[in-house]
Structure formats: structure tokens, C-alpha cells
């Protein structure tokens, strides 16, 4: 079984509520976008937005009461704890369905999933961590986007890690609250593969195939086109060639964030 986590931004601190919750629709619609229908989506978030459409019981949404962050690190431990949000109620999903564990992925409520990961997961997955081969980089409103080689790097809707019942938070507080030990989800992105692969010796694989397509617009929390660490990310992104979004459209379930 794959779970989705998404952590979702507060209305009080989004510059354009309407952006964000079409931003997120898009990324709902595509992850529920699935294949094989054996997943389940977690959101976390202090508002439920107005839903484009209407969802099964797949797609759960659980309210946090936590305060509204402020700075920069308060919305970055904002998401983190929603991210654990959504863990723990997986926990809890996956003790009353007799079940020891799934694969979870988290996916950022902006980015684009492919359809084709949880079939992956239930035909092929047989290590522990997962990552995509490759992905994109489309910044918002362009005809195009280009490959995105490491994905791990500049995005963390990347990541398929199996995790037992025991490796899941008990909690809802954040990740400092929790056995971050156990739990291998940390705050940056960019360490998880090291911590995984390199320190705990999990076994690793890659998906073959591209899994995300990493939003850039004006409402993400860190934006890769003026990230200052991420200089050399952004020349090899412009030495890819344009690749034509029309021909991801069914795979990705690519709409427009400025339409319904």
C-alpha cells in the first residue's frame, strides 16, 4: 500500500489564498490520479479549501490546531509538524486495517505526482527507499518545463520509503517530539537520502521512471529560482532542453493553476 502525506499552507499566511487552494487542487487531483487504486491521502491543514471536485474516502483530511506560524522557520516547523500529522493519522489507519506498514510518500501540496507510483509500489517495490530516477522543474505558467537530474536535491515530494508501525510518529507535536531515529523524515529534504543509504544502510532503488514535477511559483515557502544554494542546480536546469508539458499532461494530470 502507498500513503500520501500533504502538508497544507494556513490561509493567514498565503499571499493569494485562491492561488494556493488551486495550487493544491491541482496537486490533489493528480496525486489521487492514481493507476492502481490501492494508496491513501493524507492532508493536514489548518483550513479545508474549496474542493474542485469530490473524493472517496482515500483522501482524509485532518485539522491541526497548532498557532499560525510567522517567520520563515515557523512555517518551515509548520509543515514539518503537518507532515507528522499526517503520519500519525496513517498510524492509526494502518493499526485498524491489521496492517504492519506501508510505503508513504510526501508529496508538497504544489508539485505534480505521475500516476504511475502506486502500481509501482504494489508491483515492484522491494527496498526500503525509493527515489525518483529523475523529475522536472516547471515554473509555473510556461509551455514547458526541463529534467530535473538528483531530484532530491531541490524537491522533497521525491521520496517512496517503506515504514513499519514502529517508525511512525505517536504524536502530533513535530518532529522534535518525536523519535526522529525512527521516523526518517527529516525537516531538509536533502539529507534523507544520505541519513538512509549512507548511516542506516537501508537498501535503496530508483523509480524508473520520472515521479514529480517540482512546482515553482510565487506562493512556495522556498523558491528554487532564488535559493542562493541553488546556483549550480539552476544552471544545470538551464542547460536541459525544453520539454513540451502537453505530453505529461495525462501522466501528471498538468491543469493550469489559473483554472478551475
Not at 503520519?87 to 505521475?114: C, E, H, P, W
Not at 517512496?160 to 527529516?186: M, R, S, W, Y
Request: with cysteine; aromatic share 12%.
Amino acid at each position: 500500500m502507498l500513503i500520501f502525506c500533504i502538508p497544507l499552507r494556513s490561509k493567514e499566511v498565503s499571499k493569494d489564498w485562491n492561488k494556493v487552494s488551486l495550487l493544491f487542487n491541482r496537486t490533489l487531483e493528480s496525486v489521487y490520479n492514481q493507476t492502481n487504486q490501492n494508496f491513501k491521502i493524507f492532508v493536514a491543514c489548518h483550513q479545508i479549501p474549496t474542493l474542485s471536485r469530490t473524493y472517496d474516502d482515500r483522501v482524509e483530511f485532518i485539522k491541526v490546531e497548532t498557532e499560525i506560524p510567522v517567520t520563515y522557520m515557523d512555517m518551515m516547523w509548520d509543515k514539518d509538524t503537518k507532515i507528522y500529522t499526517a503520519q500519525n493519522a496513517a498510524r492509526r489507519f494502518l493499526l485498524k486495517q491489521n496492517l504492519t506498514g506501508a510505503y508513504f510518500m510526501n508529496v508538497d501540496s504544489d508539485d505534480l505526482i505521475s500516476n504511475k507510483i502506486a502500481e509501482f509500489v504494489e508491483t515492484q517495490a522491494t527496498k526500503k527507499v525509493y527515489t525518483s530516477k529523475y523529475g522536472f522543474i516547471y515554473f509555473d505558467g510556461r509551455s514547458y518545463m526541463k529534467k530535473a537530474r538528483r531530484l532530491e536535491r531541490t524537491c522533497g515530494s521525491c521520496f517512496v520509503i517503506h515504514l513499519d508501525i514502529a517508525q511512525l510518529p505517536h504524536n502530533n507535536l513535530g518532529f522534535l517530539e518525536n523519535d526522529v531515529d525512527k521516523c526518517p523524515f527529516t525537516p531538509h529534504h536533502s539529507d534523507i537520502m544520505h541519513k538512509l543509504t549512507k548511516i542506516k544502510n537501508w537498501e535503496h532503488g530508483f523509480i524508473p521512471f520520472p515521479t514529480t514535477i517540482y512546482i515553482v511559483n510565487d506562493v512556495n515557502v522556498s523558491n528554487f529560482a532564488n535559493h542562493q544554494i541553488g546556483r549550480n542546480r539552476r544552471i544545470e536546469y538551464k542547460l536541459e532542453r525544453r520539454r513540451k508539458i502537453s505530453k505529461y499532461e495525462d501522466i501528471f494530470n498538468i491543469k493550469s493553476s489559473s483554472k478551475k
